[in-house]
């Protein structure tokens, strides 16, 4: 390493390390994503105690530079992907719009009854069979966002659909309903073990909760859906327009 630790200095110790692991993540292979030297490593390196080291990686982590993975190791984190939140029709095209490239990590589809909340937001009898439909979009870096959905019968999905497909081409393809509006909740919530294998992360990381009820264009529900997305990978955008106070 070219910077040292020197105790004589009157920055705390592991306010040096952090600029020391700064210096490495601008230099290959770490730049690129590679994976940091452990604790036990570092610290032996730069000569400090390993609890000054977890304090600097600890501080990079929260700062969103760095990423830590169970198991895994710690890397550089990947630039964070930004959202419109009034969009909502295909999460593929509006990462394509945006210059990112996303794909289908995983899908899954399946007919479930309806719970009391579904059934009452589809007005479909409690334990009525719906469509639920499971997808994990992500990119080069692993998975971004997982989305579940909850379709009134009249989408029609079955199985040997295209999962890749945007969800209201599929439903719409035929004839089925399509978004006129929806209803949306924003929630910060930790993964639980299925979201975190879901999105491979660690339990306990931050995630955001997006609720959406989709209504047609004569204001039925047709859809109840619960995207997560990684904090530490996505972030939503809002532009409200100007105007007299």
Do not use: N
Request: hydrophobic share 45%; glycine share 10%.
């Amino acid at each position: 390493m070219d910077r040292v630790v020197d105790p004589a200095s009157p920055l705390p110790l592991h306010v040096q390390v952090q600029a020391v692991v700064r210096a490495m993540l601008e230099r290959a292979p770490w730049r690129a994503g590679a994976v940091l030297p452990d604790e036990i490593s570092l610290a032996a390196e730069l000569k400090v105690g390993r609890g000054t080291v977890r304090q600097a990686i600890g501080a990079l982590v929260a700062e969103g530079l760095l990423v830590r993975r169970r198991g895994v190791g710690t890397r550089k984190a990947p630039p964070p992907i930004a959202g419109d939140l009034a969009a909502f029709r295909s999460f593929s095209r509006e990462m394509a719009g945006a210059g990112v490239s996303v794909r289908l990590v995983a899908a899954r589809l399946e007919t479930v009854p309806a719970d009391a909340e579904v059934a009452a937001a589809l007005a479909v009898a409690a334990g009525s069979p719906v469509a639920h439909l499971l997808r994990v979009r992500g990119d080069d870096h692993g998975p971004i966002a997982a989305f579940a959905s909850w379709l009134h019968p009249r989408c029609g999905l079955a199985a040997g659909d295209d999962l890749a497909r945007p969800l209201y081409d599929l439903i719409g393809g035929r004839g089925g309903p399509q978004p006129a509006g929806a209803d949306e909740e924003l929630l910060a919530v930790a993964a639980d073990d299925g979201l975190a294998a879901t999105l491979a992360c660690d339990p306990g990381t931050p995630l955001l909760e997006r609720r959406r009820r989709v209504r047609d264009r004569d204001g039925a529900c047709f859809e109840v859906a619960r995207v997560h997305y990684r904090s530490d990978r996505f972030r939503l955008r809002l532009a409200l327009a100007g105007g007299e106070a």
